[in-house]
C-alpha cells in the first residue's frame, strides 16, 4: 500500500526567509512524488513532481524539491518566501510500477507567509 | 493546452436528491480519476476509469455510481444526497506510464 506522511499541520515562515514543508513517502516500489498547491475554495494546482533522474526537482514560483531515497523523503523547499505562498501544500506519492493506480495525498500544510 | 474540465463549477442540491457531475479528460488521456475533498480534508480517492472500463475504487459509498462513455468523457452519479457529501469533487486525467496528472478545478457540490 501507499502512503504520504506530512508531520506538519502548519508551517509559519516570514517574509524572505527560506521555507520548507515536509514530507515522507512509503511505497512497495520505486515511487512518482508530486507537489500540489491549493489556495481558498480552488483547485489542485500542479508545482512539481519526482519520476526518475536528479534528484533535485525544480518547478513553479521557485519551488524545489529533494528527493531522498534512503530517507523516503520529498520535502518542498523555497529559497525566499513571498506572502502569496500562504497556501495549502500537498505531497502525493504513487508507487512507480503499479500501472494507472491512483495518486495517494497527505493531509496536507497549511503555510503561513508572515510579512 | 486543453486542460481537464469539470461542470458544473457550483451545484446546490437538497438532502435526499441526486447530482450528477461531469468531468472531460484531456484529449488522448487514457485514465481518469474522480476525488472527494471535504471541508479541511486531504483528497480522497473515489474511482477510477481506464480506457473506459472501472480500473481501481476507493471509498465511493453505494449511493454513488460513475461510468466513462466513450468520448472517454466520465460522470459521477450521486444519490441520496446526504449532508456530509458537500464537499469538492475532483477529476484527474493521465496517460498510462508517464507519471503525470492533471486535475480539474472541481466541482463544489453543497447539500442543504
Known amino acids: 500500500a501507499q502512503s504520504v506522511a506530512q508531520p506538519e499541520d502548519q508551517v509559519n515562515v516570514a517574509e524572505g526567509n527560506p521555507l520548507t514543508v515536509k514530507c515522507t513517502y512509503s511505497v512497495s516500489g520505486n515511487p512518482y512524488l508530486f507537489w500540489y498547491v491549493q489556495y481558498p475554495n480552488r483547485g489542485l494546482q500542479f508545482l512539481l513532481k519526482?519520476?526518475?533522474?536528479?534528484?533535485l526537482v525544480k518547478g513553479s514560483y521557485g519551488f524545489e524539491a529533494e528527493f531522498n531515497k534512503s530517507q523516503t523523503s520529498f520535502h518542498l523547499k523555497k529559497p525566499s518566501a513571498l506572502v502569496s505562498d500562504s497556501a495549502l501544500y500537498f505531497c502525493a506519492v504513487r508507487d512507480m510500477n503499479t500501472g494507472n493506480t491512483p495518486l495517494v495525498f497527505g493531509k496536507g500544510t497549511r503555510l503561513s507567509v508572515i510579512a | 493546452a486543453a486542460g481537464v474540465i469539470q461542470s458544473p463549477r457550483h451545484l446546490i442540491k437538497e438532502k435526499r436528491e441526486t447530482a450528477t457531475l461531469k468531468c472531460y479528460p484531456i484529449p488522448r488521456h487514457d485514465t481518469v480519476y474522480w476525488y472527494q475533498q471535504g471541508p479541511g480534508q486531504d483528497p480522497q480517492f473515489l474511482i477510477s476509469?481506464?480506457?473506459?472500463?472501472?480500473?481501481d475504487k476507493g471509498s465511493i459509498p453505494d449511493r454513488f455510481s460513475a461510468q466513462q462513455f466513450s468520448d472517454y468523457h466520465s460522470e459521477l452519479n450521486m444519490s441520496s444526497l446526504e449532508l456530509g457529501d458537500s464537499a469538492l469533487y475532483f477529476c484527474?486525467?493521465?496517460?498510462?506510464?508517464?507519471?503525470?496528472?492533471?486535475f480539474g478545478s472541481g466541482t463544489r457540490l453543497t447539500v442543504v
Open positions: 484527474a486525467s493521465s496517460i498510462t506510464g508517464t507519471g503525470g496528472y492533471t
Open positions: 519526482y519520476i526518475t533522474g536528479d534528484n
Open positions: 476509469f481506464y480506457e473506459k472500463m472501472q480500473s
